[in-house]
């Protein structure tokens, strides 16, 4: 099929990945619990293999039970402003449109949600986070160094088709192209 460049992607997405969430390689990870070189499929026509699929399924690594409380909560992903592709399984985006996902036990939190408020306001800010709301309350450490690092939310930066939003290792708000390494923060809700 065509895309608005005949059939080619976008130069963004060409070249640095796409920041759409529901397509993400990320959120696969996350949402399995299948083994290494098993669980990765693409999600449109331009999808090359993801870069960390030789890693298990995230939730091969969780006990049993914990999984069976987990929650499929709805959440709230939006799509940037400059260009968008239909997935694989049919659904379809219009540029700077809030989408709901409710498939999912573990997810990214929005910039929003962890009271980084910036247009777009994607959810609302989690109870946690209105009363830890300083850049320390927001920074992740490494397991295996000790060190802040910088973890992925599942917001694009709207004005492009391949940054993401991420927050920093002091805490700030910042962004980065899809397809650099930072680290990830899951989110649950137990039900």
Known sequence: PDSAYGKLNHIHRARYGSNNYYQSGLRQ???TDLAA??????????????????TNGYLRSLNED?????????????????????????????LNTEYKINTDKVFLLSHTEVGLSSEPNVGTVLDYYST???????????IDTGN?????????????????????????????????????????IIQ
């Open 29 to 31: 990870l996350l949402n």
């Open 37 to 54: 070189n098993n669980w990765w499929n693409p999600t449109t026509i331009f999808d090359r293999p993801y870069g960390n699929r030789t």
């Open 66 to 94: 914990f999984i069976n409380v987990l929650a499929t909560p709805e959440i709230t992903h939006i799509a940037n402003n400059l260009f968008e592709y239909p997935s694989l399984d049919g659904r379809t985006f219009a």
């Open 132 to 142: 830890h709301n300083t850049n320390n309350d927001r920074i992740k450490y490494r």
């Open 148 to 188: 802040a690092y910088y973890w992925w939310f599942r917001t694009p930066y709207p004005s492009n088709a391949y940054n993401f939003r991420h927050c920093n290792a002091s805490g700030a708000l910042s962004g980065n192209v899809a397809h650099n390494s930072s680290g990830v923060a899951p989110a649950h």
